[in-house]
Each structure stands twice: as C-alpha cells, then as structure tokens.
C-alpha cells in the first residue's frame, strides 16, 4: 500500500511539473498549442520527471520536486492540470476570494498563534466537513460546475486515503493554492483598475 | 445539466465522506498499567516504617552502572534513545555523521546486554539514501530517533528527515521492525502540518492509549514553538492536539497519571526576558485539551528533559538545572502526587571548570524495563554517548533518604 501510494505521488508530481512546463511555454510562445501537443508534451515530459535519469542523480526529478513542495492538494492538482483542457470556463473570482479568505484565517492559527488548531479538524470532525461540502454547494449555486467535481474528487480521495495525509484540509488546500489565489485576486484587481483608467481616459468629458 | 450530475456525484462524495469519518476511532483513555497502579496504591496505603522495613541493606545495593554506547568512528553523535526488548536487554537508537545536520549522517543502534552489562557492535538502521528512496522525496539530512513498542509487540521508530532548510524544515516518518530491532519496514511519512508539512519534530517517548494506539508528544520549531500531541495509528496521523502555543516550549515529556490526566514538561525556549524554567501543561481528558501550568521551578537553559514513571509512582527526570550552557546534568526525583522534585545524584557537572573548557551533556533519554530501574543515555560533549544504569535496590533506597520535602532552588543549585 506504501509502495502504490509512493508511486501514485510521483506519478502526479511529474503531470504537474509537466504542465507547468507546457503552461511556461504557452506564456513565451505566441501560438496556441493544440490539445494533442499539450498531451503529448505532457507524456514527454511526465516521463521525463518520472523516471530515474541516473547522472549522479539518486532519483527521478520528481522525488527533487516533491521533497521541496510535497504533496500538493487534489483541489491544486485538478485546477492545474484542467487549465490544460480545451475552452474551460475561467475560474470565478469569488472562488478565488474564498480560497485567499480561508487560507489567510487558516494559516495563522494551523501554524500555532493560539491554542485553536484548525488544522485538527481536518481529521474527523463533521462540522468541518460540512463546511467543505457547503463550499462546493456554493461553486454549484455559482454555476461553476467544475468546482463541485473538483471539491467532490478531493473528499473522495481523502475517504480512500489517496495521499500519505488522513487529514482533509491537505486534500482541500495548500500553500500553493493560496498564493495562487492571492496572485489573481491581486491580478484582477490591476486589471480592472487599469480598464477603469484606459474607459476614463476615452470617455473623459470634453 | 452538468451541473446536476456534478451535485450527485457531490451527494454521493458526501455519502462516502460521512461513512469515512464514522469508521475513525473515537480518542480513547491513555493505557494505564493497573498492576503499576496497585502497587503505587499499596506504597501510599504503607505506613512509614513498614516503607523502611522494605528498604534493602545498602551492602546490597548495587552501585549505578556506567557504560559508553559503542563508537562508529564517526565525530559527532547526539540524540541517543532507548526502548525496552523483550528478552530484557535495551536497544539505543542515535546519531552519527561528521557533524550534526551532515548529509553523511546515519542513525544507529545497538543492544545492550544487561547480563554482560556491554553493548553489541553498531548497525545503520537508517541513512540519508535509504530514507530518501523509501519515501520517494529528496531527503538532505537525518535527525533525532525515538523508538516505540507498538500494541502488536512489533518496535516503531520514529525519526525526522530535513528536505530543505535546517531544523526549522523537519518532517517525521517512521519504520516498522518485526524482529526487535534487526530489520526495518520502508519508511512513511508522517504528515502533521498543512504548510508543505514542514517543522515537526520528535524527541521524547510516546505514550500508549487504551485502544492499542500510540500519543507521540512532537513539537514545531519554525514560525511557532509549540508542543504537539499527536494519534498515531501504524505509520500515519489519526488526529493531534496542540500541547502548547506561541513560541516559548518545545520538545514536551508526557507524564501519565492516570487515564485521563498527564502532564507535559517542556524545553523552554523563551526570550531573554522571561523566566528560565520548565514550562508545564496539562490534560484532564486523556490528551484531547492541554492547558498551560505553572512552571516547574526548575532551571531549564533551553535544553531537552528527560523523564521516566516508575511502577510505584516514582518519577524521575534528567535534565540540565542550570539558567545558561549544559555543563551540569543531574537526576531528580519526585513522587506522582507532588511537584516536589529534589537532586538525588549529579551526574556530571563542570561548574568548576573555565567556559572554553566546559563539556556539553545534553539531550537526556530515560526508560525503565521492570517498572523499578532507570537506564539513562546522553550526549556526551557531542562525541560520545553515555549509558547510566540505575538499578530497582539503589533507586529505592535513594527514595528512601529524600526525607526534605522542600522544593529545589534551581538556580542556587546551579552555582
């Protein structure tokens, strides 16, 4: 069972090292790739990190990458690898807003301020659980119908006890996805500053 | 449509969430050894001259046996613990590589032979390369080993990895012995933080709960210092509680009085400003809540204590008792009921020496194997490892003599 859930991490640290390869190169490439060279530079690459290459190396370039980041949650997993999907509908900002909100009351307490550790309830208690069900209600009332499979996947996950964790919030949430939910709220909202300046501008009065 | 189906595929993760959450085993009452309590009850019913009739003639009181754990060759050694084996004899786990936090560094083991009174030639249990390739993850340096008897009989141990960083950046995995100590399981990892699981640490013996799990008192040391207590079942974590908060205790010693309460002694690592002494909490239900104390007026100069409970109430612990360095480790003494603790032997102490010329004796570990010794290991000026022996008679008839009952003036003590 170690050995399978060994394994399974790896397998996923080198999708996800793949697709933040080809998401990088999409960025400096002014082409869009079709879904077939995303999947095949997907296979390429995956295999790249899954394998041991040798070269003074005692293991594959995954294991490097997974002892610096660990295992990341299945929320980050299946919001990155389905930005590699075809027409996916962008993620709503409210997800996002949610994300940082929890992340931002979260981490204090999980990291010691108090005797209150969030982090434990993670573990067994029905109201959290609740919690994390009525948030994928809320991506569903939201008409984000990704968000609840997503949500949904990652409950499933921590039932079979997919990762090393047998704690739900490392299922539901991590480090990675709070900063990333930070960096597009903070991104979003230049945006639209800077589209409120560029209307002004166009549209000032005589 | 889509969003139907994903809401039922929801109803139905909900389903296998709830039925996931209602098989977890509901947090049990610490295991109390009722033979212990009997006889802890029994020695409180006596009556002070049947207690002295009970007394050994100090010509047959065998004096405290002192051994060095077997050399490795290797230049620095620390963070050296015990457990009991089946047949009697001890097996210490530590440290060694050319300095602490070194790539090179290995955890070893040895046996001690209580017969013989010698220690069997060291093995590796764990280096760099096998702990990196058994947990699939980059591992830059091993640290502090401690070993438990699981409810199965098989031996757990449980030791950190460093991936990135220093100390700061710990993680705790563990391996599984079927056969006392000679081979291992593949390491697992422990995952107790939800910040890339990073800063937890083990140093002190784990307490077992009534349903045949393990408590493993840990601690982070990275943005908060804190105790923490967690539930371990096999080679993962079930559920923790905090011990501690803030950034003042770390390193916690549980000491169990009965199925419900315990007391944690800490490591203090205060500021300059606040009181340098032994930091305590507590737990009125079996570990489930822990609440701050009163400090242990003992001096602590934030290094590690060390602890044992003997079958009649007994406590013992080791530990430095002065407010600066770890030139000075002694042995004290207290009984469960009071917090009365008092000196019964110094174990090493250069006060008198000048500071450049001061050893370091330093992080204690203390176990009993019939509920009336006490072995004893620490690091001794980081070279070496010494093991102290205090036998059941000499115990007893050290008790025997605490006849003051006035609590130790831990900084007196220390000039």
């Known amino acids: 069972m170690n050995d399978f859930m060994q394994t399974i991490a790896l397998i996923e640290m080198s999708i996800t090292c793949a697709v933040v390869v080809i998401w990088l190169l999409q960025k400096i490439s002014s082409q869009v790739f079709p879904g077939i060279t995303k999947l095949i530079t997907v296979i390429l690459i995956g295999n790249l990190f899954f394998w041991p290459l040798g070269l003074g190396m005692e293991l594959p370039l995954a294991a490097y990458v997974r002892g610096a980041l660990g295992d990341l949650s299945i929320v980050t997993l299946l919001l990155l690898w389905g930005s590699l999907l075809p027409a996916t509908k962008p993620i709503p900002l409210a997800f996002k807003c949610a994300i940082a909100l929890i992340a931002l009351s979260f981490y204090p307490f999980a990291l010691g301020v108090g005797m209150l550790d969030p982090y434990a309830w993670g573990y067994g208690s029905i109201a959290f659980f609740i919690g994390v069900l009525f948030f994928a209600l809320l991506c569903g009332l939201f008409n984000w119908a990704k968000g609840v499979w997503i949500v949904a996947i990652a409950i499933i996950a921590w039932a079979a006890h997919w990762h090393e964790s047998a704690n739900l919030w490392d299922y539901v949430l991590d480090p990675f996805l709070a900063a990333w939910a930070l960096i597009a709220i903070f991104a979003a909202l230049y945006q639209r500053r800077k589209d409120k300046a560029r209307s002004g501008y166009l549209f000032r009065p005589g | ?415």
């Open chain 2, 1 to 415: 449509m889509s969003r139907v189906i994903a809401l039922c595929f929801l109803l139905l993760a909900a389903v296998i969430g709830f039925l996931h959450i209602d098989s977890r085993p509901a947090w049990a009452p610490f295991a109390v050894n009722s033979a212990a309590l009997a006889a802890q009850e029994l020695e409180l019913e006596q009556s002070a001259p049947s207690k002295q009739a009970k007394v050994p003639s100090k010509s047959s009181i065998p004096n405290p046996i002192t051994t060095w754990l077997p050399e490795t060759g290797a230049p620095s050694v620390h963070a050296a613990s015990l457990i009991a084996l089946k047949d009697g004899a001890i097996r210490a786990f530590w440290f060694a590589g050319s300095r602490e936090g070194a790539a090179d560094v290995v955890i070893n083991s040895a046996v001690f032979d209580p017969k013989s009174s010698s220690w069997s030639a060291p093995t590796v249990v764990m280096d760099r390369v096998s702990a990196e390739k058994g947990l699939s993850r980059y591992i830059a340096k091993l640290g502090n080993p401690v070993p438990a008897r699981m409810s199965d009989g098989r031996l757990q141990l449980f030791f950190v990895t460093v991936s990135i960083g220093g100390w700061a950046g710990s993680s705790i995995s563990s391996v599984i012995s079927d056969d006392e100590g000679l081979t291992w399981s593949k390491p697992q990892r422990l995952i107790t933080s939800p910040l890339i699981n990073l800063s937890t640490l083990v140093k002190s013996p784990s307490i077992p709960f009534a349903d045949g799990r393990l408590g493993l008192p840990a601690y982070h040391e990275w943005i908060g210092r804190f105790g923490e207590f967690l539930r371990i079942d096999a080679g993962q974590v079930i559920d923790k509680r905090r011990m501690s908060s803030g950034r003042s205790a770390i390193q916690p010693l549980v000491f169990v009085s009965d199925a419900q309460d315990a007391t944690a002694y800490f490591r203090q690592t205060r500021s300059a400003s606040q009181p340098k002494q032994v930091p305590v909490s507590q737990t009125q239900n079996a570990g489930q809540a822990w609440r701050w104390a009163e400090d242990l007026p003992i001096a602590n100069p934030n290094s590690a204590v060390a602890g044992v409970q003997l079958s009649n109430g007994v406590r013992i612990l080791a530990l430095n008792n002065i407010d600066a360095g770890r030139y000075r480790l002694v042995l004290m003494m207290s009984d469960a009921q009071s917090t009365n603790w008092q000196i019964i032997d110094v174990l090493e102490d250069d006060s008198a020496l000048p500071d450049d010329q001061r050893h370091e004796f330093s992080y204690p570990y203390l176990i009993t194997v019939d509920g009336n010794d006490a072995h004893l290991v620490y690091t001794w000026d980081r070279k070496k490892i010494r093991h102290r022996y205090f036998s059941g008679p000499w115990i007893k008839h050290v008790q025997s003599q605490l006849t003051s009952a006035e609590p130790v003036a831990p900084v007196e003590e220390a000039k």
